[in-house]
């Protein structure tokens, strides 16, 4: 077993070089994953193997939605069984992200509900094992409320999915209110960038540009930039609004180099999806379409259901903008078809009748373009 340790120990050691970086954050490299691995064959300590499928998930997250189930499938069993509260919360908040990315938004609520039920509890501040993954301060109760605050903030994501907007504003406010408390940068730029998207959903364009440059500057104070790509995304989808191209050019230059640079596939397709929108306004439908379908690819490798369906909402725009119905319906269709089956599979059905005839949407095609993109915000 000391060997076990001492072997994941010299893993894992450079995640904790970066003392301001809340370490529930902190995200091995592929060099590690593929020691991890590795380990996982050498060891059958439950303890460690634990840790490293905990690592293992939040490694794939982002970017590949079957391993991430993979990996934290197998650390559920392991957490249930060790009895380490904090770290069951943990296991139950990340699998919880998991099934948001999938669609299966009832279950996702279900295990934040039950992760949250147990960070609220002051006793899963005893004997915490291996508190710095949930502290860099040593301090148990700086543990709890650190990974309460996340539990917040991804609760927080979930209604944003589901697009219960009051909510999600309500249970970030209470992320951000438990972030302040310990000073959790890393959260608190999180959280003010889920807000900037709130307000930019809404179209509160203000409110919007402040959140996002809030996030940008703690991002820099603390140096988590895993979500920096994601506010200069939605800093261009404001400025794609109001048809300022330049602007919009120059925040989507930044996105794409630190999407890259984090691994962020995620917010790479978001690039994609909004450089297609750019190009189609400005006229220029050729390369509108090869970022489009590079869109569709980059959301399909993520796994992500609600973004593949706003990539094809985006592509079945830009076919309707060339007055090439066919091919809109089709994408729109495929769009239809997510969007139904992650609300609810018996909606299906009724998407294909309510689109069967291609004369709707040649009537659709008449519509004026803001009320046709209704379904295509990122």
């Not at 590690?32 to 490694?59: C, G, I, W």
Request: proline fraction near 1%; include cysteine; charge should be positive.
């Amino acid at each position: 077993m000391k060997l076990s340790c001492k072997v994941l120990v010299l893993i894992v050691m450079p995640l904790f070089s970066k003392a301001q970086i809340n370490p529930l954050f902190i995200e091995t490299t592929e060099k590690q994953a593929d020691s991890l691995k590795v380990f996982l064959k050498q060891t059958n300590n439950d303890t460690l193997r634990m840790e490293a499928m905990r690592d293992l998930t939040l490694y794939y997250l982002d970017f590949s939605s079957d391993s991430s189930s993979k990996y934290i499938l197998q650390e559920l069993p392991l957490v249930e069984k060790l009895g380490l509260k904090l770290w069951k919360a943990d296991a139950y908040d990340l699998y919880s992200i998991v099934l948001n990315n999938q669609g299966n938004y009832t279950k996702s609520l279900e295990f934040v509900n039950a992760a949250r039920q147990i960070a609220e509890r002051e006793d899963c501040e005893k004997d915490i094992w291996h508190i710095a993954r949930f502290t860099n301060t040593g301090n148990s109760r700086n543990a709890r409320l650190s990974m309460l605050a996340a539990i917040q903030l991804d609760m927080g994501g979930l209604y944003r999915s589901t697009q219960d907007y009051d909510k999600q504003l309500i249970i970030h406010r209470e992320s951000l209110r438990t972030a302040t408390i310990i000073n959790d940068l890393t959260i608190i730029t999180i959280v003010n960038l889920n807000l900037g998207n709130l307000y930019r959903n809404r179209k509160q364009h203000d409110s919007a540009l402040y959140y996002y440059h809030l996030s940008i500057g703690n991002s820099a104070k603390c140096g988590y930039r895993k979500y920096l790509s994601a506010a200069y995304n939605g800093l261009a989808e404001l400025y794609l609004r109001r048809q300022k191209f330049n602007l919009v050019q120059q925040y989507l230059d930044s996105a794409i180099k630190i999407s890259v640079e984090s691994r962020n596939l995620s917010e790479k397709a978001s690039y994609y999806i909004l450089m297609a929108q750019l190009f189609a306004e400005r006229g220029k439908p050729d390369s509108a379409i090869n970022y489009a379908y590079e869109g569709v690819t980059a959301t399909k490798s993520s796994g992500q259901s609600q973004k593949i369906a706003i990539a094809y909402s985006v592509l079945a725009n830009i076919y309707r903008m060339q007055n090439q119905y066919d091919s809109a319906f089709r994408y729109l269709e495929l769009a239809g078809i997510i969007k139904d089956s992650v609300n609810s599979a018996e909606f299906i059905q009724t998407r294909f009748c309510r689109y069967k005839n291609k004369k709707t949407l040649r009537k659709i095609g008449e519509m004026k373009n803001e009320k046709f993109r209704r379904g295509c915000i990122i």
